[in-house]
């Protein structure tokens, strides 16, 4: 069976091949290559990771990638402990707006322990939210928070980004 290759045809050609392109903007970006370790019990406000200010349009969706080198210390045989992470909506007035799935809580893992004790085992890790769409029209700063679980006694982040784009 032979096809006849026309303009029309080459028409759908095109507009299939651009069906799956997405075209981003970076509404704002920081980055951190500075060492960092924390032993608190609590949540914490990651140095370096606050978003610049930023206006979105009432539903408009954005999505937030954080991405760190990590390592977690947790005494000998423990292999449960982990970091979370949660990346957080802020207001103007630096109180929370949202909390972005999946990293509300402390039920997701962002970097875990090996069993040895002390900081090894490092990781390259990223995670990905999506916000915005049940949000008011307004200015707003992304931050990430990082708590210790699972028995950890401290977490270690070191070369880190935060990139928010639309």
């Known amino acids: 069976m032979s096809h006849r290759f026309t303009p029309r045809l080459a028409v759908a050609a095109l507009a299939l091949m651009g069906a799956g392109v997405v075209h981003g903007q970076t509404v704002s970006a920081v980055t951190n290559p500075n060492n960092w370790t924390f032993s608190n019990a609590g949540q914490i406000a990651v140095p370096?990771?606050?978003?610049?200010?930023?206006?979105?349009?009432?539903?408009?969706?954005?999505?937030?990638?954080?991405?760190?080198?990590?390592?977690?210390?947790?005494?000998?045989?423990?292999?449960?402990?982990?970091?979370?992470?949660?990346?957080?909506v802020l207001r103007p007035n630096d109180t929370t707006a949202a909390t972005l799935a999946?990293?509300?809580?402390?039920?997701?893992?962002?970097?875990?322990?090996?069993g040895t004790a002390g900081y090894d085992g490092w990781e390259s890790n990223s995670i990905t939210a999506v916000g915005?769409?049940?949000?008011?029209?307004?200015?707003?700063?992304?931050?990430?928070?990082?708590?210790?679980?699972?028995g950890a006694t401290g977490g270690w982040f070191g070369e880190r980004a935060l990139v928010v784009a639309r």
């Open 48 to 88: 370096g990771m606050t978003s610049a200010s930023f206006f979105n349009a009432a539903g408009r969706r954005f999505i937030v990638t954080f991405a760190a080198e990590c390592a977690v210390d947790a005494p000998a045989g423990n292999t449960i402990a982990w970091t979370d992470v949660d990346i957080v």
């Open 102 to 114: 999946p990293t509300n809580g402390s039920g997701d893992a962002f970097c875990a322990a090996n």
């Open 132 to 150: 915005g769409t049940n949000l008011p029209a307004g200015t707003y700063r992304i931050l990430v928070r990082a708590r210790l679980n699972g």
